[in-house]
């Protein structure tokens, strides 16, 4: 599996920004898609941004992301720190919730489905207060 940590959550007011992370170890896996996911409270884990990580011509590539985001939203890895990145920006109430970043090592299959999704990080909290 991949060894996720993600970090940056904080409170913030509507309207504000926030960059979360997520360090990620690897192993043997060389290709992977990696995503956001997040969870307000009483919902459903939604996913936010999928993007493929494979050292080659697409890396980087976002394969998904969530209506919701609006342009508001940028998902982004530095391979030489092993570093998954979510900037946020114009955040709104309802963004507010759990923080997921995961990998699934099929990157044929890279998609906002969770189910394939098998290492997740703790997550990390976005408190958005208006």
């Known amino acids: 599996q991949v060894q996720l940590v993600e970090s940056g959550g904080d409170s913030v007011q509507a309207g504000g920004s926030l960059t979360l992370s997520c360090t990620y170890s690897t192993g043997k896996y060389a290709t992977f898609c990696l995503a956001w996911f997040r969870q307000a409270p009483g919902k459903a884990r939604e996913a936010v941004a999928v993007?493929?990580?494979?050292?080659?011509?697409?890396?980087?590539?976002?394969?998904y992301e969530a209506e919701f985001v609006g342009g508001r939203f940028t998902i982004s890895k530095d391979n030489a720190k092993n570093t998954l990145y979510l900037q946020m920006s114009n955040l709104k109430p309802e963004g507010s919730g759990m923080y997921y970043c995961?990998?699934?090592?099929?990157?044929?299959?890279?998609?906002?489905?969770?189910?394939?999704?098998?290492?997740w990080g703790q997550g990390t909290r976005v408190t958005v207060s208006s």
């Open positions: 993007i493929i990580s494979d050292g080659g011509t697409r890396d980087g590539t976002t394969r």
């Open positions: 995961a990998a699934d090592r099929w990157i044929g299959r890279c998609s906002e489905n969770e189910d394939w999704f098998d290492s």
